[in-house]
């Protein structure tokens, strides 16, 4: 689905450009028939950020959700729910839970189109395929689709099981704690490394991509610095269940990483969710989340950042 936040970009900051004597900012900019015309924004909002929460605000104005012809219609949906997601790194977040809760509470009034806005979101904001993926963004969708009314308690299901997945080990709280035993049969748990910075990389002994992605660790000048100079440590943590497979693949790993393998916390407790291998995390020396389930691209970057600091 493309993403037409260009148009939307420029109509928040317009104001700040023209002092207010563009068109856009007289009338509502008319989009292409797949896209809802936008709101005019007062004289009184000049800030880009709060343009663009105004936007948000009244994103939805134009959509007439008993229009089964457009409300029902994945293509124009999906369109414009991208347009309006796009436009959420640009507002002030306490802005955000109401945009959605404006969104959902009127589709409320459609019953399919609801169901329809929420495996939209999913696909969206909740898969880490995506593009737009962003956690902290499908919570707000998640909770007000759990709260709500539309879903029966059999369809809530799915999305309360997201949402406690995705509550788990935000950015800013403490990770969960865990045990785990070492090649040489040391018993440890994660709170007990002392590390300015740990890399928690969760893998399958049979993963070709954790492989690979290892491979890209163990090769980074910044990497091999920080771990020499006692600012990094990482933790390859096998928590599978398969010991046998996990023994065989110890020898795979630099000798000064800590390769663990799960004691059962993980698995059992539901500690962790991990949508797919490897997944990795980022913590400081407090055991914070500075990142969860990180590409292996963003975790570099964000080690980078903070050797340049």
């Not at 902290?136 to 369809?155: C, M, N, S």
């Not at 698995?267 to 969860?292: I, N, Q």
Request: hydrophobic share 45%.
């Amino acid at each position: 689905m493309k993403l037409s936040i260009a148009l939307l970009l420029s109509f928040v900051t317009c104001c700040v450009v023209c002092g207010g004597a563009c068109p856009a900012h007289a009338a509502p900019a008319v989009g292409r028939p797949d896209e809802l015309a936008l709101p005019p924004i007062p004289d009184t909002l000049r800030e880009p950020r709060l343009r663009a929460g105004y936007l948000l605000e009244h994103f939805w104005d134009a959509m007439e959700f008993a229009d089964t012809l457009r409300s029902r219609d994945r293509d124009f949906m999906e369109q414009n729910f991208v347009n309006f997601a796009g436009l959420f790194p640009h507002a002030d977040t306490a802005v955000l839970p109401l945009a959605v809760e404006i969104l959902m509470r009127r589709a409320e009034a459609e019953p399919a189109t609801y169901r329809l806005l929420a495996e939209i979101a999913e696909k969206y904001l909740g898969d880490p395929a995506s593009p737009m993926a962003c956690e902290a963004y499908f919570i707000l969708f998640l909770e007000r689709i759990v709260e709500g009314a539309v879903l029966d308690a059999y369809e809530r299901l799915r999305p309360a099981y997201l949402l406690e997945s995705a509550r788990k080990n935000r950015p800013g709280a403490t990770a969960a704690d865990f045990a785990f035993v070492t090649p040489a049969g040391e018993p440890r748990t994660l709170h007990g490394l002392r590390a300015e910075r740990l890399v928690l990389l969760f893998y399958d002994p049979g993963c070709d991509h954790c492989r690979e992605v290892v491979g890209m660790l163990r090769r980074d000048d910044v990497i091999r610095r920080s771990v020499r100079a006692g600012r990094l440590t990482l933790l390859a943590l096998c928590a599978d269940g398969d010991r046998a497979a996990w023994e065989r693949s110890t020898g795979e790993f630099p000798p000064d990483w800590i390769v663990g393998f799960d004691t059962g916390s993980i698995a059992e407790e539901e500690l962790y969710v991990l949508p797919s291998m490897p997944t990795l995390y980022l913590l400081d020396r407090d055991k914070r989340v500075l990142l969860k389930e990180a590409s292996p691209q963003a975790l570099l970057a964000a080690l980078a950042e903070a050797e340049d600091l």
